[in-house]
């Protein structure tokens, strides 16, 4: 690890005027502080925003506002997030250990990196997001847990956030600020795919800061949810697949459906094909199966990982099967 220069951000001023200057933004430091240790990535100043405020309130139109310094134990516990938004809680709770909830904050966990091994391996392994145009060793070797939609043939690797698969679901919106002022961008446009460019990840700017997450007023397909993570441990392992699902049925029909997919991409997965393909049918095993199915046509298996396809198949039935008979 390189040496480093450290401040604790007095404000959220001083925080952009830090980041602006360069400096590194230090939350929680679950997955930053592991990056630099093993020299995957390397950072002259690092500038901490945990300790700057962090509140959950409601806004205005009965969404919630959720600053970036929160943390994810405190978020998961929050009762306005386990009383109207059942999904992030559960997904919350269902990422990394205990301790690690403690420390990562709701920023941190949004820019986490993939935990491709490959990704990791500075000494012995070729890597496109590390060292753009050096190769992938993933391609032809241990991709068990790597993409199986919207890859490239630069980067296979997914995102690992549990957090963020139920932030997609719930149409949340980031809050940035930057030397250009303030803007909102939804979660679903801020991680980008890898195409051409793996080591570009997200649409933050340099010297933007994520202050925040909003959550829209829930509907009832999101009081109506849950969160089911498929992983090769029961405790502290990374997602397979993961899906946040939610339901809202009326007179036998599905009025809405929302569906997002982890483990399957570089980016939490919106499965809105499926989602328009269940809406006016009956809440039906059939119907679950014939509507993912259409999500993942595109779906291109790896040499490891053609097991994704059919495993996010039956996840996507089981829950909103669960969902549907829960109302029944
Ligand atoms: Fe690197 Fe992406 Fe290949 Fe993993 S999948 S080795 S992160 S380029």
């Not at 040496?3 to 980041?19: C, E, H, K, Q």
């Not at 679950?30 to 962090?54: C, I, K, M």
């Not at 059942?86 to 966990?109: E, K």
């Amino acid at each position: 690890m390189t040496p480093f220069g450290y401040a604790r951000a007095a404000d959220r001023a001083d925080a952009l005027a830090r980041v602006g200057s360069g400096a590194r933004v230090l939350g929680g430091g679950t997955n930053l502080v592991d990056l630099l240790r093993q020299n995957v990535e390397q950072a002259s100043e690092l500038v901490d925003v945990s300790r700057l405020e962090g509140a959950i309130r409601e806004s205005d139109d009965g969404g919630l506002l959720i600053d970036a310094s929160v943390r994810n134990a405190t978020l998961a516990a929050h009762p306005l997030v386990r009383h109207r938004y059942p999904v992030l809680a559960r997904a919350l709770l269902a990422g990394a250990s205990a301790q690690i909830r403690n420390m990562a904050t709701v920023g941190g966990n949004i820019l986490q990196r993939t935990r491709c091994m490959y990704f990791y391996d500075v000494e012995g392994a070729r890597c496109n997001k590390r060292q753009p145009g050096a190769g992938c060793d993933a391609m032809d070797g241990f991709n068990r847990y790597h993409a199986v939609l919207g890859a490239s043939d630069q980067c296979i690797a997914t995102h690992p956030s549990d957090m963020c698969v139920a932030l997609a679901m719930l149409d949340a919106v980031i809050h940035l600020s930057g030397p250009d002022g303030e803007r909102s961008v939804p979660l679903t446009d801020f991680h980008v795919l890898p195409n051409a460019t793996p080591q570009t990840e997200t649409v933050l700017k340099p010297g933007e800061l994520i202050t925040g997450v909003e959550l829209p007023p829930p509907s009832a397909a999101v009081t109506h949810s849950e969160y089911r993570k498929v992983r090769d441990r029961s405790s502290y392992a990374f997602a397979l697949i993961s899906v946040a699902g939610g339901l809202a049925i009326a007179e036998g029909r599905i009025t809405e459906a929302r569906i997002a997919l982890g483990g399957v991409a570089a980016k939490p997965w919106r499965a809105t094909r499926a989602e328009t393909a269940l809406v006016c049918v009956a809440p039906t095993p059939d119907a679950f199966l014939a509507a993912i199915r259409e999500e993942l046509v595109g779906a291109r298996p790896l040499s490891g990982n053609g097991f994704k396809i059919g495993l996010a198949e039956r996840t996507v039935v089981a829950v909103l099967g669960a969902l549907a008979g829960a109302r029944a």
